[in-house]
């Protein structure tokens, strides 16, 4: 087993360093240019300095962080060419549609493809109140619809946004280009199949990009965005993880056509698959975030009864020196508990062993302070409050 990984520098590695431009330079004024006439090269070079420079726009209740928003939009005003759409798939109380609609509306060179599509099926769900009460928003009952008030608050965008109450489970979208594809709403085996199987052959190649929300995440279902990444690895370049966030961003440099697409069911991934998968994985993120996926990959293996490699996995994950955080730790025993072959595994109950494993493991080792993934976490968690609620913002304010 390679543990490299902990050591690794906190400067993020991609798997494969980029040896041709990223996105196509800046051209005609039909093509995806900066601000100032820089390339999206220029862009990414530069988005340091616009994380820190950017503020959350008012009324961008969301569960996404300032840094990702300031990627979204900046992608939007500097980057976007309007070869394609933009599509944003889970966009909850719109957070991440309104910033993309801010870089839009500032961006006067793409002529064309000039829509957002943002997509949810805008019901409530009780694991929503904790961020719409952080944001002070309107209560919901479980069930209700919140699609009137996501529509009208993006209303100030006109046309720039179309705010679709769609089930990705069984929507087909048009066949239109996508020039950017920011998905969050992977949180199933069977929604991750449906969205790449729908949406990943209408991605340009070479030119579109693809923003996996959850990737730095450490829920089970998240090894979703990190074992098709890797199966489709053919087609993406990693382009950029958006700093203490989960979001990591890939170029399409291949396109897809429906009979390349390879299986995609959680039991076509061996053991030895898994191994690889997360050795490219975990290189796409930045190092005090590897462990989330490190998480991701146990609940994976536990999940689809691979006790062996779980159990080799967990004892990797509990010799390392660096303790977890509560809530991890949590996920690491729900994961256990909810493995059948691990209660079947031998005689006795290797559950209560593992578990007491963990509870050792979680005494030895103090709490990570709240710095690098752990405030990503509280990222994801809790930056839904945005500032307080004021005018509608001008669409074509920045
Ligand atoms: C974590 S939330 C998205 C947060 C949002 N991107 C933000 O930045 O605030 C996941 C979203 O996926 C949506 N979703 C889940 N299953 C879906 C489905 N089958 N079709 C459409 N949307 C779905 C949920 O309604 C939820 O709003």
């Given at each position: 087993m390679n543990w490299s990984f902990w050591k690794k520098p906190s400067l993020i590695a991609p798997p494969s360093s980029?040896?041709?431009?990223?996105?196509?330079?800046?051209?005609?004024?039909?093509?995806?240019?900066?601000?100032?006439?820089?390339?999206?090269?220029?862009?990414?070079?530069?988005?340091?300095?616009?994380?820190?420079?950017?503020?959350?726009?008012?009324?961008?209740?969301?569960?996404?962080?300032?840094?990702?928003?300031?990627?979204?939009?900046?992608?939007?005003?500097?980057?976007?060419?309007?070869?394609?759409?933009?599509?944003?798939?889970?966009?909850?109380?719109?957070?991440?549609?309104?910033?993309?609609?801010?870089?839009?509306?500032?961006?006067?060179?793409?002529?064309?493809?000039?829509?957002?599509?943002?997509?949810?099926?805008?019901?409530?769900?009780?694991?929503?109140?904790?961020?719409?009460?952080?944001?002070?928003?309107?209560?919901?009952?479980?069930?209700?619809?919140?699609?009137?008030?996501?529509?009208?608050?993006?209303?100030?965008?006109?046309?720039?946004?179309?705010?679709?109450?769609?089930?990705?489970?069984?929507?087909?979208?048009?066949?239109?280009?996508?020039?950017?594809?920011?998905?969050?709403?992977?949180?199933?085996?069977?929604?991750?199949?449906?969205?790449?199987?729908?949406?990943?052959?209408?991605?340009?190649?070479?030119?579109?990009?693809?923003?996996?929300?959850?990737f730095a995440?450490y829920?089970s279902?998240i090894a979703?965005n990190h074992l098709l990444m890797w199966r489709?690895r053919d087609?993406?370049q990693w382009?950029?993880h958006?700093?203490?966030?989960?979001?990591v961003?890939?170029?399409?440099?291949?396109?897809?056509?429906?009979?390349?697409?390879?299986?995609?069911?959680?039991?076509?991934f061996t053991v030895e698959m898994v191994e690889e998968a997360y050795d490219y994985c975990r290189n796409c993120v930045s190092s005090d975030m590897q462990i989330v996926l490190e998480i991701a990959k146990l609940g994976f293996l536990l999940?689809q009864?691979h006790v062996r490699a779980a159990h080799q996995q967990m004892e990797r994950l509990a010799a390392s020196t660096r303790g977890l955080?509560?809530?991890m730790?949590?996920?690491v025993?729900?994961a256990?508990?909810?493995?059948?072959?691990?209660?079947?595994?031998?005689?006795?109950?290797?559950?209560?062993?593992?578990?007491?494993?963990?509870?050792?493991w979680?005494?030895?080792k103090?709490?990570?302070?709240?710095?690098g993934f752990?405030?990503?976490?509280?990222?994801?968690?809790?930056?839904?409050?945005?500032?307080?609620?004021?005018?509608?913002?001008?669409?074509?304010?920045?």
């Amino acid at each position: 087993m390679n543990w490299s990984f902990w050591k690794k520098p906190s400067l993020i590695a991609p798997p494969s360093s980029p040896t041709v431009p990223l996105l196509s330079r800046a051209g005609s004024s039909r093509e995806g240019v900066g601000r100032a006439g820089r390339s999206a090269e220029d862009w990414l070079t530069a988005l340091p300095r616009g994380y820190r420079k950017y503020k959350r726009p008012a009324r961008a209740y969301g569960m996404t962080s300032r840094n990702e928003l300031c990627f979204l939009e900046t992608y939007a005003r500097d980057v976007f060419t309007g070869q394609g759409k933009i599509v944003d798939l889970g966009c909850w109380y719109g957070a991440t549609t309104l910033s993309l609609a801010r870089g839009l509306a500032a961006n006067t060179r793409a002529l064309n493809h000039r829509t957002i599509q943002a997509i949810d099926l805008f019901e409530w769900r009780p694991w929503m109140d904790e961020s719409a009460r952080k944001a002070s928003l309107p209560r919901y009952l479980p069930g209700q619809s919140f699609y009137e008030d996501v529509k009208q608050l993006l209303r100030p965008f006109g046309s720039l946004v179309s705010v679709e109450k769609r089930d990705l489970l069984e929507y087909v979208p048009p066949p239109e280009p996508i020039e950017l594809l920011f998905i969050d709403a992977m949180k199933s085996w069977d929604l991750a199949q449906k969205i790449i199987s729908s949406f990943f052959p209408l991605l340009i190649a070479g030119k579109s990009c693809v923003v996996q929300q959850d990737f730095a995440w450490y829920n089970s279902v998240i090894a979703t965005n990190h074992l098709l990444m890797w199966r489709l690895r053919d087609h993406f370049q990693w382009m950029h993880h958006v700093p203490n966030s989960c979001s990591v961003a890939f170029l399409c440099t291949k396109g897809f056509t429906a009979s390349e697409m390879p299986s995609l069911s959680p039991d076509s991934f061996t053991v030895e698959m898994v191994e690889e998968a997360y050795d490219y994985c975990r290189n796409c993120v930045s190092s005090d975030m590897q462990i989330v996926l490190e998480i991701a990959k146990l609940g994976f293996l536990l999940s689809q009864a691979h006790v062996r490699a779980a159990h080799q996995q967990m004892e990797r994950l509990a010799a390392s020196t660096r303790g977890l955080p509560e809530h991890m730790l949590e996920e690491v025993r729900r994961a256990v508990r909810g493995c059948p072959a691990a209660k079947a595994e031998s005689a006795g109950d290797p559950v209560v062993t593992w578990l007491a494993e963990i509870e050792a493991w979680a005494s030895t080792k103090p709490a990570p302070k709240r710095r690098g993934f752990f405030r990503s976490w509280r990222a994801k968690e809790s930056t839904c409050a945005a500032p307080s609620p004021v005018a509608l913002p001008d669409p074509k304010a920045r």
